[in-house]
């Protein structure tokens, strides 16, 4: 044998060595090819769904927004007029109700003077002369037996 017949000999067996390893490659790169369809044909088949299920709940949501959306109107408008019947009320009642209080009140004050002496009044002024006033004791205990009878 000669160095030309071991040099082709230990060319073709790294030849076929190679195209070993080539086939070995393109046989696994096929497999994970179908791997990768398969995987690609379920998920397509269950994003199908999932994506009609999605659009039927934006429809619903959608819909209760706009129910939402009315009955928001609807309070806005309730709130409006029962401002307006607050002001309304409150016009019509709240002077005359304020006058009446007020008159009681005076009424009240008047009928407790006219009934009761002062409180301040324990000495009485004579023509630049200042008395004490003589019953300052009798006038203070009727006030407090006042409510007990």
């Known amino acids: 044998m000669t160095g030309g017949e071991v040099a082709g000999i230990l060319v073709a067996v790294f030849w076929a060595i190679l195209v070993s390893f080539i086939a070995l490659v393109l046989v696994r790169l096929a497999q994970t090819l179908k791997a990768a369809t398969r995987l690609v044909a379920d998920i397509s088949e269950q994003a199908v769904p999932l994506l009609a299920d999605a659009s039927a709940t934006v429809r619903t949501a959608n819909t209760q ?18 401002s307006a019947l ?22 009240r004050r008047a009928i407790g003077r006219k009934t009761e002496p002062r409180a301040d009044s324990r000495s009485t002024v004579y023509t630049g002369r200042t008395v004490a006033d003589p019953l300052p004791s009798a006038r203070r205990g009727s006030r407090r037996t006042r409510g007990k009878g």
């Open 86 to 107: 607050s002001s309304t009320v409150s016009s019509a009642f709240g002077g005359p109700l304020v006058k009446v209080a007020a008159f009681s009140y005076g009424v």
């Open 65 to 82: 927004l706009a129910r939402v959306d009315s009955i928001t109107a609807d309070v806005q408008e309730v709130t409006a007029n029962a």
